[in-house]
């Protein structure tokens, strides 16, 4: 058995799955796993935009620092 997803809610998912019980709420429940998913990439994404910025900054001050 792999390890869970540190963002994954596995108690929530599973108890949103039982409660779908009907064609709407199964719909609700993939629309709502889509967009979990677009936000946790879009916040991979920003955080690794930072670290790049960061990689960035530093080695601009050690670059200016050798003159």
Known sequence: ??????????HRYHRLLIEADDEDKRLALIELLIQEKAQD????????????????TIATVLKNGRH
């Open 1 to 10: 058995m792999r390890k869970q997803d540190l963002g994954f809610d596995y």
């Open 41 to 56: 990439r879009l916040a991979a994404q920003r955080a690794s935009d930072r670290a790049a910025m960061t990689a960035h």
